[in-house]
Each structure stands twice: as C-alpha cells, then as structure tokens.
C-alpha cells in the first residue's frame, strides 16, 4: 500500500468544511451536490456496484422558515434509524475487520466485534444496506488501520479480537503499515467511498445513531443571508443547527445547506463557531485563503463579537473575569480564583437592560427548556463584547454568577443548585474545605452531575453583531431581531 493517505489530509479539511473525498452518489440531486470525486486509498479497485442507492434527501424545495421546530420522526429524516431516546447516548459500533460486519451490526444493533479473515473484502457490496451508504454520505464511518485500546467497559471478546490483530508478528507482515509507528497507525480517517477495501484486521468506528439536526430541512436558508462577498458569507445561523457539522454528521450542517441554497459549486468553509443552541452572525468562507486570513484575525484578536443574553437576574455592567477548566468536554467549569492551568476568559458586559419574560407562546413556538426556573415578571437583555472566545464561555459565566441564560438547560440546572446549596460549587465562593485529593474529586463530580443535558433547542443568546478590519476596510455586520422579541403568530 502507498504510504501516502489522500484521506488523511481530507479528514483536516473535512473538519473546516472543505469536501475532501466523496463518493459520487447521487449524482444529480439538489439536496445532495457532490463536491470532488471519490478517492481511494491506494487499495484494489472494485468493480462499480450493480446499481445506485436511493437519494439521500427530498429533492424538493425548502420549507419556509418557521419557529418551530421539526418533530424528530419527521419524514425527511427516515433514510437513517431514528435517533436514541432522550435518555440513551448516541451508539457507536466498532468492528475490527471487513465493512459488511459494520452493515449488520447497523441492521441488528448489536455490538459485535469479530475478524475478516480474508485479506481484502470490498466496504459495500452489490447486497449492500442502503443504512450503511447513508452512514458513510453523512461521515458516521471511520476506520483506522491498527485498532486502539479497547475501554475498559468493553467484552473479554472485544480484548480477545484486539490482543490477537495487534501482535508484533501480525502487524510485521502488514504492509499497509510498514513504516508507520503504532500511534500513527492507529490514527483514524472518516470512511468517504462505499467502494473503498479494507485489509483484514482494520477497525472500523460506525456511529449507528449519529446526532441529527432535522432543523437544517425547515429553514429558508437564502433568507438567512446576511451578505454575500466575493470571498465570505455572512450567515444569521438559527438555533438547532450546527454550524459545519458534527463528528458523526457532516452533511445537516449550516456550511452545507447554505452552500446549496446559493447554488455555489464549492461548499463554504467554516472560520469559526457558535454553539448549537445558539442563533446569530456565522462569517462562512469561500476560499482556503480567505479562512486562512480569518483565522489570522481572529489570533490577533482583530475581530470583535457582540453577544445579546437573555438572563434570569440583573448583571452589572463592566468586565467578568473567570478561569475555565482545561477540559475539553462540557459542562464547562470555571472558577473566580486563579488556578494553575486553567484558561483565562473574560467578558464585558456594556449593557443590561429590563425586559419582558418571554411569554408562553413565545416559549411554546420555539421549545424553550424551562428547566423548571419559575416564570418571572421580566427578563435581563444583556449587550456583551466576548473578549477571549471559549466554548460555552458566555453560558459558563452568566450561571457562574447567578444570572444564567434562558433555556440553557446545561447550566442553568447547575445555578439553581448552587442557590439551593451554595457549597456544591467547589470552585465557588462558598466552596467547602476538603481534608484530601479523594474528596476534592468527588465534589467537582457531584457539581459536574448538578449540570443538565446540551439545549436541543433555542436559548437566550444570539450573536448579535460581527466586525472586522482587513485591508484598510472596515466590515461589520448585524444579525436579524433575536427570537425573544419575534411575535410568534406573523
């Protein structure tokens, strides 16, 4: 096998939105461009499948834009089972062999590990699950050439399997991985062609249930654009979409669906992101260069980002100042005092002001996630200028202070037991004194389980205004009314 992985450098740009290796079908959908051609990896060819899987979206036109939010069974996103119960994580299937196992274990659910004992089987085959195409069109699928350690929780079979793939004199007659390292063999490429062969003994990562954004399907997405340049797109993102996908959906994404609702014959590129659950202004790129020199911008901290909240208390204008845990996976801790390591992140808040709560209709149309806060007579709009930009920061903060963001089931849980108990904070004022290592841990997990689940919804925060300069010209750009103040009924 050539040493040289095209997908390797497809999976970097797939994460900024770029196409990388696709496969080719369908070939003519509206919903379903394909950008580029399929790529192999350097590995046998395989005769073309007998005939085309089905398209994988309707092909007719957009929904007009509405408030509310599609039912999770909704007929456009049959193609894939339907997503886990509330109380369920999304499911992941890992299989060390040939792709055919991945298809039944998509089929059976079930989580079986075995070897392909012959040395190539194809990924698909003419008797191929139509579910297991549209797990790899939508990047649920990877591979890696070793298999990695297993977790702890998995079988003695799963073990078994691994010990037996990843001997010394197993792998030395691999050539596929002569001169590879077992860390870099073990490094894992998103699956872009059904056709691609895999030698035995591969793993395999399937994302049976891979999180869905049925959102993407009801918006009027040229009427979300904001301004068109000729080298960026600004995008008033709505809430319940994800900006340039997620690492098991890379298709219902922002980047995508815009790209096809202005007929561009290269997706945008991603520059930068906002959360999920979050609306407002999204700066999408036309070109690697311009990415490049957005980045750029954003290191020199050249562009500025005013944020409108929603909160439940008042909130003194002027800067907030926390550190946030090093940990790379929410809920997102943060702390007032200093500690070694931690992140730096700093908000200026340059106006509060009184607002009407969100009336019952208003929080009906757009599933707004009480989390069982009281309804109160006003609400708090505070305009903030985020000066260091960490994931959830904003959320982090406002909770951390008592004045956490409407409908912010992950963080406003977690301020009502602090209210309720000021001492579970272990990092708050009120935090208690611990007498070892022990007992410090299992407070900071009894604060982390004190958060809720990620909004699947809206909440209170938007991304009001963008601005940058480049080239001697100022550009700036403003999100549309946020949804607190939208009448529900127009």
């Not at 993102?237 to 959906?249: E, F, L, Q």
């Not at 995508?256 to 999204?282: M, Y």
């Not at 439940?312 to 005092?337: C, F, K, Q, W």
Request: hydrophobic content about 30%.
């Amino acid at each position: 096998q050539n040493r040289t992985n095209p997908c390797s450098s497809s999976r970097r740009r797939r994460r900024r939105g770029t196409p990388g290796c696709r496969s080719q079908w369908p070939p003519s959908s509206p919903y379903v461009r394909s950008y580029g051609t399929a790529t192999s990896v350097a590995l046998p060819s395989s005769p073309a499948p007998a005939a085309s899987p089905p398209p994988l979206l309707s092909s007719h036109a957009a929904a007009p834009y509405s408030p509310v939010p599609l039912p999770l069974t909704s007929p456009r996103c049959q193609p894939l089972p339907p997503p886990p119960p509330p109380h369920q994580p999304h499911r992941t299937q890992c299989t060390i062999g040939f792709c055919r196992a991945p298809c039944r274990t998509t089929l059976r659910e079930s989580s079986t590990s075995w070897l392909g004992r012959t040395r190539w089987q194809p990924i698909s085959s003419p008797g191929r699950s139509a579910c297991l195409l549209y797990l790899i069109e939508f990047g649920a699928v990877y591979y890696a050439l070793v298999a990695p350690q297993p977790p702890p929780y998995a079988s003695p079979e799963h073990f078994r399997l691994f010990r037996e793939v990843t001997e010394p004199s197993v792998l030395r007659r691999r050539a596929s991985i002569k001169g590879k390292t077992v860390r870099e063999a073990q490094k894992t490429f998103r699956v872009t062609d059904p056709n691609q062969r895999l030698e035995a003994g591969t793993y395999l990562r399937v994302h049976v249930h891979p999180k869905r954004f049925p959102r993407c399907y009801q918006i009027d997405w040229k009427s979300r654009v904001i301004a068109v340049a000729d080298e960026y797109v600004v995008l008033d993102k709505p809430a319940a979409t994800s900006v340039g996908g997620a690492t098991d959906n890379i298709e219902e994404s922002c980047a995508v669906f815009t790209s096809r609702a202005l007929g561009l014959e290269t997706p945008l590129l991603t520059t930068h992101q906002i959360d999920n659950c979050s609306e407002g202004c999204v700066v999408l790129s036309k070109t690697k260069e311009f990415c490049s020199v957005f980045h750029g911008l954003i290191r020199e901290k050249q562009v500025k980002k005013l944020y409108l909240a929603l909160t439940t208390a008042p909130v003194s204008t002027g800067t907030i100042t926390h550190y946030m845990r090093p940990v790379n996976r929410a809920p997102r801790l943060v702390s007032e005092d200093c500690i070694e390591r931690w992140h730096l992140c700093q908000m200026e808040v340059l106006d509060c002001s009184k607002v009407p709560w969100p009336s019952s209709s208003i929080r009906k149309a757009y599933n707004v996630n009480g989390c069982g806060w009281p309804q109160q007579e006003a609400a708090y709009e505070c305009k903030i200028n985020l000066l260091t930009g960490k994931t959830h920061q904003i959320r982090a903060q406002l909770a951390a202070i008592g004045a956490p963001i409407i409908g912010d089931s992950a963080y406003m849980t977690a301020a009502m037991a602090a209210m309720a108990n000021p001492s579970i904070n272990p990092f708050g004022r009120e935090r208690l004194s611990y007498n070892s290592e022990e007992e410090k841990e299992a407070a900071v997990e009894a604060w982390i389980a004190s958060h809720g689940k990620e909004p699947k919804s809206v909440i209170g925060l938007q991304a009001s205004e963008i601005s940058w300069d480049h080239e001697g010209k100022h550009h700036s750009y403003k999100a549309g009314v946020p949804w607190w103040w939208q009448d529900p009924d127009s």
